[in-house]
Structures are given as C-alpha cells and as structure tokens.
C-alpha cells in the first residue's frame, strides 16, 4: 500500500498522518509543543522541538507500526504562520518568534511611516506580529554576528532538517509584510530601505504542490523515511485548512478554530482590506484568500478548562457550561487574554468579566467564556461573510457539540461539522501531494472525492436562542470601546 505523509506544526502539537490512496488516515499521532512566554506579550517555541516531534512520530510509523519506508511516496506540511525562524547552516535553530508575539509594535510604526502605501502592495498593513517588523525589531535589538537566512513557517524549518532547502510558500509570504501580492514576488526594496538586506537572507518562494527537496541522508537517518523521498513545500495554516474546508471557489466561507481561529473565504480581490482583515495567496491558482483572525479562541478555551473549571475533557466541560442558561445568567466575558487583531486591533486588550453577581456561579463563568470567544467570533463573521447560508467549520474547536450550537444560534446560520475535523488541514494539504503524485487530477478533484463527501453533522439555529443572543450581542460590542481607555 502506498501512503503520503503530513506533517502539521501547529502551536501546542505537532501531528502526524499517513494517508493512503483512498485519501483515509491510517495512522496518526500527535507530540506536544511548549511555549515559552516573557516580558511584554513575548511568546517563542524551540524550532529542535518541532523536529523531535517530527522525528518521534515518524519512527513510531516505522518501528513499531511497521510501515515500510519504500510505500510513503511524498511528504507535505502545514505550519502556523508568521513566525521569525533564522537558519545558521549547521547549526541548530533553538529560539523562533511566533506570530503570536507583539514586541515589534513600535518597528511596525516605523514601517508604516516609511512606506504608507504598503498595503496597496502587500494587500496587508503591518502589525506587531507582522515578520518585517519583527525583522526590524531583531536587527535593532538582537543584530546577528553574521547575515543569516530566515523563514516564516514553523513547517519550514522541518523542510530544512530534511531537505537543506531554504523556501515558504506563497501563503506564508504574504503574511511577511514582504511579498507582493499581485505578483506573488518579494518587494526586495522593503528590505532595502529598512536596512535588512545587509543582515537577512530571504528564503526562495515556492507554490505549496511544488518540491522544495528530497530527503537527505541526515534526515533520513533520523526519520527512517527513504532517502530520496519528495518533500513538497506545503502551506502556511490557513492556506491548509482553507483546502481542507473544501474552499476552493469564489464565496466558499469556512471558520477554523484552533490554538487561535479565523474566518475565511476565497476571491479575487487582492485589494487591502480593513478592521485587521488579511488578504493570503490561496493554494488554488489565481485566487486569494480574505481572512479575518482573531488571536483568542481554543487557547481561551484551553485556560477556561484548566483555570476556571479544573477540567482537561471538552465533555466534561460542556456539561458545566450546560449547567448555565443561555445568557450566564448576565455575565459577559471579553476574551482577549492575548491581546487581539480583529475587529479590533490591540495587543494591549486583556480579558475581562462584566455583570458578577452574587448569584453567579462557577458554571456561568464557565458558559460566559465559551460565549465571549462566539461573540469574537460573530464579529468577524459579520464581517466577510454577512448573513445567511451554511457555514463549514473545522479545527479542535469543532469538536464541542455546544460550542458548535452556540456559533450556529448567534450566527443564525446552520453550522456543518465534517468528520475529523480537525485533521481537515492536514487532510487538505495531501490535496497537493495528491495532485503531484498523480493520483488525482488536481487539488479540486481531490476535494470532490475526498472531503466534500465525508460525512459531516450540521447544527441547526434554535430561532428563540437566535433572538436572544442577539439583544445580548448589543451588550457585548459595548465593552470592549467602554474599557479601551484602562488598557492604555
């Protein structure tokens, strides 16, 4: 039997799954990632992490389930995106900045004065987790002894230790502040005029079904995969998952939740947009992606479960927050415990309750928080795709049947939940090596066979739920401008 391999380096796990012809998952594992917070919103992950993750799961498929190194055909990725990973040749890469950290909001300032019109370029303003900016913040506060190369997806670096290539895709280029997004090209005069070229190497770009590499013999010593397997160049997270919500047309929306969550649909229209919109290079050929990211989703989630209820299972946590009428009995929570980016653009918001009464229980904040990121979540939903019609949504998330009732009841909209659905990245980015390998036509076939026909649960709006959530949303998107004035 023959198998692709994917690799998804998300943010808490590495994931592992071999998928055979037949696009099912015959095996799959996941490794834990740490990350590392400091000072001033600073968050970084050991890039040796993510290969050790790769690593242990690999050997796992050939040592002990018995896989034959011969029967995987190619290797492909998805990666969280935005990072800042430098590459010293033989050395060992320790420290990556991920997207999520913000210690570049003055660099970013800088950047936008020194080229206003930006985001005509790059379909994109720039940020405190936006790469350039963190590429000026590096060269002002942590100058490299020597030009170094780097990357801006953690499943780069992967590629890296496999291949001794140096690329990104297109999807993670035009999260850079570097690439221009008409052309798909680097705007090499950027990092010119912000002094960069002298210390940064930009890696080569490549489209996500393209071979970045064949595996070496370093890689293959460590993996047990074949010398000489083809590793293809995979995608930024949101180009895979945009494949793997079967978003391949102009007007598809889908809702990722994971670590963080975003709202996305395909175009044509590379215009930039506003309220901290994105515009991505689709995987597809000729088209773009509109995404609109919060920063706060399942890792809220994640810290409500541990922190508030001291529980660890999505199950058990749904039932608390069951135990709460819909409302939390008037308690509202703001879910920005990571700052946030969209609709609102502030790395220095917090989290905050309104409306504790005496009779507040430990189930209505439990429900109060799960609705506070659904509120967040409404925002953006508002904001790419209106109102009406069936939304996919896929990620971690989806796996809580009442947080997936909650976004179709404040949505009015029904929600459909494919199985395994948070393997779907994953299971989107084998479109690519699918299509390279020949055993489908193109990533669209690929689609058609392989995941528009999985099966797949829709949660319908409870039209009362719908009317009430709807009065409580005019509450919500009050606190947040009440409170601006203490975050600064």
């Not at 850079?176 to 997004?181: K, Q, S, V």
């Not at 415990?337 to 790395?347: A, F, V």
Request: glycine share 10%; hydrophobic share 40%; with cysteine.
């Amino acid at each position: 039997m023959d198998y692709i391999a994917v690799f998804d380096i998300g943010t808490t796990a590495i994931k592992g799954l071999l998928l055979d012809r037949e696009g099912g998952i015959v095996h799959e594992r996941s490794f834990p990632v740490q990350t590392f917070n400091g000072e001033k919103n600073r968050q970084e992950q050991n890039p040796e992490e993510w290969w050790q993750g790769v690593v242990n799961i690999s050997r796992e498929w050939f040592d002990i389930n018995k896989i034959n190194p011969e029967s995987v055909k190619a290797i492909t990725f998805s990666g969280q995106m935005e990072d800042v990973i430098l590459i010293k040749g033989g050395e060992k890469t320790t420290k990556a900045i991920l997207y999520s950290d913000h210690r570049a909001g003055k660099e970013a300032e800088i950047v936008r004065q020194q080229f206003p019109d930006f985001h005509h370029v790059t379909g994109n303003s720039v940020y405190a987790s936006t790469p350039v900016a963190k590429l000026v913040w590096l060269k002002t506060h942590a100058l490299p002894a020597e030009k170094v190369h780097v990357v801006f997806s953690a499943k780069d670096y992967i590629i890296y230790k496999m291949t001794g290539a140096i690329l990104t895709d297109h999807v993670t280029a035009a999260t850079t502040g570097l690439m221009n997004i008409e052309t798909r090209k680097w705007q090499t005069e950027f990092m010119g005029v912000l002094g960069l070229n002298e210390v940064f190497h930009l890696p080569k770009l490549a489209s996500p079904g393209q071979v970045a590499g064949k595996m070496n013999e370093a890689g293959a010593g460590q993996t047990g995969f074949r010398r000489g397997t083809p590793v293809l160049c995979g995608a930024g997270d949101a180009g895979a998952s945009t494949l793997g919500a079967g978003a391949i047309n102009e007007g598809d929306c889908y809702l990722y939740i994971g670590t963080t969550g975003w709202m996305a649909i395909p175009t044509k229209d590379g215009s930039p947009k506003e309220n901290g919109i994105f515009t991505l290079a689709h995987a597809v050929h000729d088209l773009n992606i509109a995404i609109a990211p919060v920063l706060n989703a399942g890792n809220v989630h994640s810290w409500a479960m541990e922190s508030l209820a001291g529980i660890e299972d999505f199950a058990l946590f749904d039932k608390e927050v069951q135990k709460s009428p819909p409302g939390a009995n008037s308690l509202f929570f703001l879910p920005y415990l990571n700052g946030e980016r969209c609709p609102i653009q502030d790395s220095d918001a917090k989290g905050a309750f309104w409306g504790i009464g005496p009779r507040t229980t430990k189930a209505d904040f439990a429900r109060a928080v799960l609705e506070g990121i659904c509120y967040s979540l409404k925002q953006i939903t508002e904001l790419l795709a209106g109102h009406g019609g069936t939304m996919t949504l896929i990620g971690g998330g989806a796996k809580s049947p009442v947080w997936c009732q909650l976004l179709a009841d404040m949505t009015s909209r029904p929600v459909r939940v494919p199985e395994h659905t948070e393997y779907l990245p994953s299971l989107g980015m084998g479109a690519t090596a699918f299509a390279y390998l020949g055993w489908v036509k193109d990533e669209s076939e690929f689609v058609r066979l392989h995941i528009e026909s999985a099966p797949a649960k829709t949660y319908v709006p409870d039209e009362g739920n719908v009317r009430f959530y709807q009065k409580q949303y005019q509450t919500y998107v009050k606190l947040y401008p009440a409170m601006e004035k203490i975050y600064h």
